[in-house]
């Protein structure tokens, strides 16, 4: 019904925000019955309807319902339960018992004052042989993550790109990345691309991070500047894919222009299926990727949870602000 | 190099002292009794300590560095004709330094890493002639470059494409160097410079020298590759060790340029010999000369070589090596300058494997204002009874200044018990210049381990990958495609089976 399609906008294209592609899945039967109930008085059922949506999504459902008709619920991506680990070499503790759930489709963002562990947080969740987990279980995909390897990790579908990229001189952009992509392919035992085809594959997704073609026979890394680093990250993240894509303060660095292609191209890289877990520290990057949620780290542990509102708590306030509520 | 030989007197001359020494050792060569022969004094006796006013020299000589001295000299004998100038003037000058250059021991600096005795407890046999058979030169090579094959230091086949050189050029054996004005100018520069005891033997022993003039203002576009191989050889067992001499001269006059791909290739099998090569570079005011060292003798063989430099003002010399091959291998370099605002461009790249000793000393001397010198040296030593010697010496004197010099060296230690030994030194005097120097012994970067981890690259592959790259960024700077792509392929085959589990 048109009712339907203007306000249920299932299946959006990424350029829609994306709060209403990834909440709409869990009010299709609400929709429904209202458009059976009244079908001729469209346009104040229709604003109710939309002030409901609006209204249902400011809260965060902790339960999800599964009864939606042909609807899948979210799978649950990445479920961290007290996780507690050290640093390896001077066993100092960083992480205190961090809990965090993220589903299919969801944009997560992790702020947190200097030293709080949000950095820490998303090298253990790839396996950096620095920090040793004293406790707590992390699920990916109901797999134990922590069991793995990380290039098992990055195989199933974990990404993070580095706050500080390092330089790997020798090694040219274009062989790391068919390296990685090969290496992803045969895990999956999918044929591999020859350097020819690859080029031609990966040329469209340096478009997405308005990157120029020259760039691929550069060593990784050098002499590139803050800004080329990360872009470089996402598009790492373009060709490889990920399920779940940790953003580790990618906004660092970056200029105004910078920062919108990368915003863009991580944008363009959501789908239902998959999800992104960014640690910034400024409101700036969640006004361009629109996060479902807002963490707030303190200590090692995740004190609070809240949505974009939040953020602007924040800004004015500071976490002194967050931390008395 | 003469103060050091007193000290081995008491240990040859340890005879009574009224007893008289004869120097001359093999006795079936007195027949010829030809002027030329520098190392039997004619009246034959010397007397020591107590008579030292006889042939004093003689008195300090190592016998066995004279009688290697005497072996390749009769092996040139052979040659009926008089030598030319530039030759013997080369014979003269050398023999002269060898009559007071001991063999070197580990207690000389300059090879106290090194084990030469290998060489020492061989017959070194002098290779008198040129190879019979050419099979060798059957191997398909990038025939698009003009190229010489010289084989055990002769030269043995030119490449039709020399004929492509510009006009005035001159690629070939001092003996078909028709031009006076040339030949003149061979003699003015042909060992001008003092080396050590290798550099010296191979001024007597070399059966010939081949030079490559550039002319006044010549610009040679295709590069020049001189390809050396070694025929003769022994195999196991065998305590005979042939000697070659090979011996290039290039003179690039003011405003020439030429770039030269000296390749050393040891063939099939693992023939043991002993390659004992110089070249001399004299390059003009503004010249420039590209200078490509690639070494892969048989894994039995020792390789010692003498890169000898010289840069008048503002010439440029860039020298890019890369060497893998050799049981003993050894390349000293001397960049001398000669005139200001030079440019000196030194990246070297050692792989030692088993039992493989890879030693390069360099010594840089500036004694004009405004010089510019950049010097990478990488090895990567992947097994526990592999070695790598590095003697950086850069010397900026009192004249040179404002001089910016600039050295790093970079070593990879892939097993346990691998060895490297550096002494990056430079001797500063003047007080106006900016000179640093770096020196690094690692395994592999943990971060970047990990970086192609967390992509998903598995550890072996990681590994693989990074050691490769640092090679490369030697290897990147060969000037040359085709060359570049062939070394590359050889060090990936030799480092694939090289990496720890």
């Known amino acids: 019904m048109a009712l339907l399609h203007s306000c249920c906008c299932y299946s959006t294209p990424p350029s829609l925000p994306s709060l209403l592609s990834f909440r709409n899945s869990k009010f ?15 346009r104040f059922p229709r604003k109710s ?3 409901r949506l609006e209204a249902t999504l400011t809260v965060e459902p902790s339960a999800n319902s599964c009864t939606e008709r042909g609807v899948e619920s979210p799978k649950l991506l990445l479920e961290v339960k007290e996780l507690s680990a050290v640093i390896s070499e001077s066993k100092e503790t960083i992480l205190n018992g961090v809990n965090l759930a993220v589903y299919e489709g969801e944009v997560h963002a992790v702020m947190g004052k200097n030293g709080s562990g949000k950095s820490t947080f998303a090298k253990v969740l790839v396996g950096h042989p620095d920090y040793e987990v004293t406790g707590g279980s992390a699920m990916y995909k109901g797999e134990n993550l922590l069991g793995m390897e990380p290039e098992e990790r990055s195989v199933a579908g974990l990404f993070l790109s580095f706050q500080s990229p390092i330089e790997i001189p020798g090694v040219s952009n274009i062989d790391f990345l068919n390296m990685a992509y090969n290496a992803r392919r045969r895990k999956l035992g999918l044929p591999e691309l020859e350097p020819l085809e690859f080029y031609g594959f990966i040329a469209p997704k340096l478009k997405l991070v308005n990157m120029e073609i020259d760039f691929l026979n550069r060593n990784v890394n050098e002499n590139f500047s803050g800004g080329e680093r990360k872009r470089n990250e996402i598009l790492q993240l373009a060709i490889l894919g990920a399920d779940l894509a940790i953003l580790d303060e990618i906004d660092s660095g ?24 960014m640690i910034t520290h400024y409101k700036r990057l969640l006004e361009f990727i629109k996060p479902t949620y807002i963490h707030i780290m303190e200590d090692g542990r995740i004190v609070k949870t809240g949505d974009i509102s939040l953020a602007q708590v924040l800004e004015k306030e500071g976490y002194r602000g967050i931390s008395d509520t | 190099m003469p103060a050091m030989a007193a000290s081995t007197v008491p240990t040859i001359f340890h005879k009574t002292p009224s007893a008289s020494i004869y120097v001359s050792i093999s006795p079936c060569i007195t027949k010829l009794t030809t002027p030329r022969t520098k190392f039997r004094p004619k009246s034959t006796k010397t007397r020591v300590l107590t008579q030292p006013s006889l042939t004093p020299l003689a008195t300090l000589s190592d016998p066995f560095v004279l009688q290697i001295a005497e072996t390749l000299e009769d092996s040139l004998s052979s040659n009926s004709s008089p030598p030319l100038p530039p030759l013997e003037k080369l014979r003269d000058t050398s023999s002269q330094s060898l009559l ?45 470059f003009p190229s010489l094959a010289i084989a055990d230091g002769y030269i043995v086949n030119y490449s039709p494409q020399l004929s492509e050189l510009p006009n005035g050029v001159f690629v070939g054996s001092l003996l078909s160097l028709n031009s006076e004005a040339i030949m003149k100018r061979v003699f003015e520069y042909v060992s001008s410079f003092q080396g050590d005891l290798f550099w010296s033997l191979n001024g007597v022993g070399a059966p010939d020298l081949v030079v490559v003039y550039v002319p006044e203002g010549c610009r040679v576009e295709s590069p020049l590759h001189l390809k050396f191989f070694s025929v003769e050889g022994s195999y196991d067992g065998s305590k005979s060790l042939p000697v070659s001499n090979p011996r290039v001269l290039v003179l690039v006059e003011k405003g020439g340029e030429i770039g030269i791909i000296e390749e050393y290739v040891g063939g099939e099998g693992d023939k043991c010999y002993w390659a004992n090569s110089v070249m001399e570079v004299i390059i003009g005011e503004g010249a420039k000369v590209s200078h490509s060292y690639i070494q892969s003798q048989s894994l039995s063989a020792a390789h010692f070589k003498w890169t000898s430099v010289s840069q008048e003002t503002a010439s440029t010399y860039e020298l890019i090596e890369v060497s893998t091959g050799g049981k003993l291998s050894r390349h000293n370099v001397c960049v001398q300058q000669v005139g200001p605002e030079t440019f000196t461009e030194l990246s070297t790249f050692h792989l030692s494997g088993s039992d493989q000793t890879h030693d390069l000393h360099s010594k840089l001397v500036m004694d004009h204002p405004r010089g510019f ?23 900026v004197n009192r004249k040179a200044q404002q001089t910016d010099a600039g050295q790093l060296t970079r070593s990879l230690l892939l097993q346990p018990r691998a060895t490297v030994n550096v002494k990056p030194n430079l001797q500063i005097i003047a007080d106006d210049v900016k000179c640093s120097h770096g020196a690094a012994i690692s395994d592999l970067e943990d971060d970047q381990l990990f970086y192609l981890q967390a992509r998903g690259i598995d550890i072996e592959t990681a590994r693989k990958a990074l050691v490769f790259s640092f090679a490369a960024e030697v290897i990147e700077r060969l000037p040359y495609t085709s060359v570049r792509k062939q070394v590359e392929n050889h060090i990936r085959q030799l480092l694939n089976p090289a990496l720890p589990s």
């Open chain 1, 254 to 277: 970056l200029d105004v222009d910078a920062l919108r292609d990368v915003a863009n191209a991580v944008n363009g890289l959501l789908t239902p299926k998959n999800s992104v877990l």
């Open chain 1, 28 to 42: 299709n039967h609400q929709l429904f019955t209202v458009s059976a109930i009244r079908p001729q008085s469209r």
């Open chain 2, 373 to 395: 010198s950049r010097q990478l040296h990488k090895c990567i030593v992947a097994h526990s009874t592999g070695q790598v010697v590095f003697d950086g010496n850069i010397q």
């Open chain 1, 49 to 51: 309807l939309f002030q």
């Open chain 2, 100 to 144: 007071s250059t001991p063999w070197p021991s580990r207690k000389d600096e300059p090879f106290r890493f090194i084990d030469t005795s290998f060489i020492k407890n061989s017959q070194i046999l002098p290779i008198s002639s040129p190879p019979q058979s050419l099979n060798f030169l059957d191997v398909p090579t990038d025939t698009q």
